[in-house]
T-cell receptor
Framework: AQSVTQLDSQVPVFEEAPVELRCNYS??????LFWYVQYPNQGLQLLLK??????LVESINGFEAEFNKSQTSFHLRKPSVHISDTAEYFC?????????????FGPGTRLSVLP | SQTIHQWPATLVQPVGSPLSLECTVE??????LYWYRQAAGRGLQLLFY??????ISSEVPQNLSASRPQDRQFILSSKKLLLSDSGFYLC???????????FGPGTRLTVL
């Protein structure tokens, strides 16, 4: 069965410092990879995705993630974080089953940006 | 553009009472629909998904059920709530063969 690991449940970091949120998945087949962000008491919003092509994908607010097939990883990075980046971040993998294509989510990483 | 609605936004229910959470999607046809539960401090657990009217797949055994009476309506129900049913319930949709899921604003359920 597919699984997604996010090793860090909480990541505190000071404002303007760099951050990396780690994501590893278990799969020997092609996957699509996603990062979602969740602000308090809200639903999840898509941050960025890897479907094919360039292994480095970027979001409009300065986050980027790199697909590494050999390491089965899709780590999320930002060179300089802001207070407004405080949120929970979920990594997700899309796989195919008999009904169609479903998703497996990691347990989430809570990013806290400190002033 | 597509939008997804969930109601109620918050709900406090006693143990043993029934439950009905509703999710509707606008601006798309024949979407795949999903119900997730997010317990405090934990990730998302897929409860049910549906690829069409009346077609429901259950991911985990539980006292919850789901129904899809209309193409863009997905309902999560229970006959008798348990304390462990407390959590944040998220509905999501995906176009076929779309690439990502889009989430609703969620319903915070507290069972006392």
């Amino acid at each position: 069965a597919q699984s997604v690991t996010q090793l860090d449940s909480q990541v505190p970091v000071f404002e303007e410092a760099p951050v990396e949120l780690r994501c590893n998945y278990s799969s020997s087949v092609s996957v699509y990879l996603f990062w979602y962000v969740q602000y308090p008491n809200q639903g999840l919003q898509l941050l960025l995705k890897y479907l094919s092509g360039s292994t480095l994908v970027e979001s409009i607010n300065g986050f980027e993630a790199e697909f590494n097939k050999s390491q089965t990883s899709f780590h999320l990075r930002k060179p300089s974080v802001h207070i407004s980046d405080t949120a929970e971040y979920f990594c997700a993998v899309r796989y195919r089953d008999n009904y169609g294509q479903n998703f497996v989510f990691g347990p989430g990483t809570r990013l806290s940006v400190l002033p | 553009s597509q939008t997804i609605h969930q109601w109620p936004a918050t709900l406090v229910q006693p143990v043993g009472s029934p439950l009905s959470l509703e999710c509707t999607v606008e601006g798309t046809s024949n979407p795949n629909l999903y119900w997730y539960r997010q317990a405090a401090g934990r990730g998302l657990q897929l409860l049910f998904y549906s690829v069409g009217i009346g077609q429901i797949s259950s991911e985990v055994p539980q006292n919850l059920s789901a129904s899809r009476p209309q193409d863009r309506q997905f309902i999560l129900s229970s006959k008798k709530l348990l304390l462990s049913d407390s959590g944040f319930y998220l509905c999501a949709w995906r176009d076929y063969p779309g690439n990502e899921q889009f989430f609703g604003p969620g319903t915070r359920l507290t069972v006392l």
